[in-house]
């Protein structure tokens, strides 16, 4: 008995001491340079809850509902539970597990070949606790843990990836129906003027003032026009559907706010500091699925060592039941054990070197997930900066269209001119007016990309408010009954 307790104490003394595997270090990452902005500044762009700047309520609903009822974020949220149990399956392993079992049986043995007088029927009866105790010795239990915990921290870091997403889907899809509800303002003034022309040139070709070339051609812009409504009312209807999943609800209308024209978004800085993008989700999440890999490599390790383990039992057993519960009845036992692998046929140096080549995939992915933040900050700001040149350029087109389409009707009410110049310069500014309105969406979308790609600390506020409720509101912050139609603007 001194010589198991002896055991039991140097192992407890090892525990500590002896872990197989490596730990883990974090890779070194080639950043891009300097800082270009201040640290405070970098950290209040990052920190901004950034959809609220367009001051837009409806929109601000519209995210709020998003977080507390998308499917993508409750199954995150499902797959974090998953993990975290995991975590609590792996540390179970550092207790000792005590059972029970308990047990009774009647034979009935051959008389033929028993002795004579020896009673052919026995009855047995057991009760029992059992104990056993793997000790860590070689560290393998702890490595499994610590794999989990960091499996645990990637998926929350994942649901955080979510909710990053799912902000910047529903901003961007809000803009760009608040473009298109533009585009098809314009599209339908357009047709509305454009039958008046028509009206007015049936009535000339009927008393002969024109031709009925003129005519037609007149009849052929305001029908290029009128096709042009049903297009944008089919990409309306089908970015509301876009936005009603996202928000976790059926396809159908969206609310209004704000016109795109007031949709803006405060400047971003020029260029975004290396360190800042290390708060993205993305990134922690590679990070910490890389330190899951390299605790698993010391898992795999492990194998080539022996487990030790403390077993004990103690309880009761009795050929009458009745007596089952007598001291004389008290039986018990303790002991160790250890067993390990002597010829495997290489499975074990296998597991190993698939461990290590599973940490090097990961190795690559986060340095290659890093390297994506620095493409998407740089795309992002490259496409918000030229989509803002294209703006101010299309803005002096309009204007230079307007004026084209006034002197060109000028000329023509003064019969300097064919109504053909008139009809291209309305074809013209027509086109100009539309691209315009794309673009300006284009603007805001790149801003909106823009803060998607830095990550920031704002994905924990959104996270407070995704972790509001467990399960899907009765009543939706937004009513679909209060809902404004595609083909309705609301200005």
Known sequence: MKRIITLILCCSFLLPGCMVGPDYEQPKVDAPGAWRISPKEASDTANTVWWEQFQDPVLNDLINTALLENKDVRIAAARMEQFMAQVEISRSGFYPQVGYGVAGSKDQASKNILPAGVESLTETYQATLNVGWELDVWGRLRRATEAAQADLLAAEEGRRTVILSLVSSVATGYVSLRGLDAQLEIARDTVKSRKDSLDLFDLQFEGGVISELTLAQVRSEYEQAVAAVPEIERQITQTENELSILLGRNPGNIPRGLPIEQLTLAAIPAAIPSSVLERRPDIIQAEQNLIAANALIGVARAEYFPRISLTGLAG????????????????????????????????????????????????????????????????????????????????????????????????????????????????????????????????????????????????????????????????????????????????
Request: hydrophobic residues 40%; glycine residues 8%.
């Open 316 to 491: 009761v057993a009795s050929g009458d039941l009745s007596n089952l519960f007598e001291n004389d009845s008290f039986v018990w036992s303790i002991g160790g054990d250890a067993f390990g692998a002597i010829f495997t046929g290489g499975r074990i140096a296998a597991g190993v070197k698939q461990s290590e080549a599973y940490y090097k995939e990961l190795l690559f992915r986060y340095q290659q997930t890093i390297q994506t933040a620095f493409r998407e900050v740089e795309d992002a700001l490259v496409a918000t900066g030229k989509a803002r040149e294209k703006l101010q350029a299309q803005a002096r087109r309009v204007k230079a269209l307007e004026d084209y389409a006034s002197l060109a009707r000028l000329r023509y009410d003064n019969g300097y001119s064919s109504y053909i110049e008139v009809l291209d310069a309305d074809r013209s500014l027509f086109d100009s007016e539309l691209n315009a309105v794309r673009t300006q969406s284009e603007v805001i979308i790149g801003m909106i990309n823009t803060y998607k790609a830095m990550g920031g600390g704002w994905v924990a506020m959104a996270e407070e408010t995704a972790d509001t409720v467990d399960f899907p509101p009765e009543d939706s912050k937004i009513s679909e009954n209060d809902t404004t139609t595609g083909n309705s603007t609301k200005k």
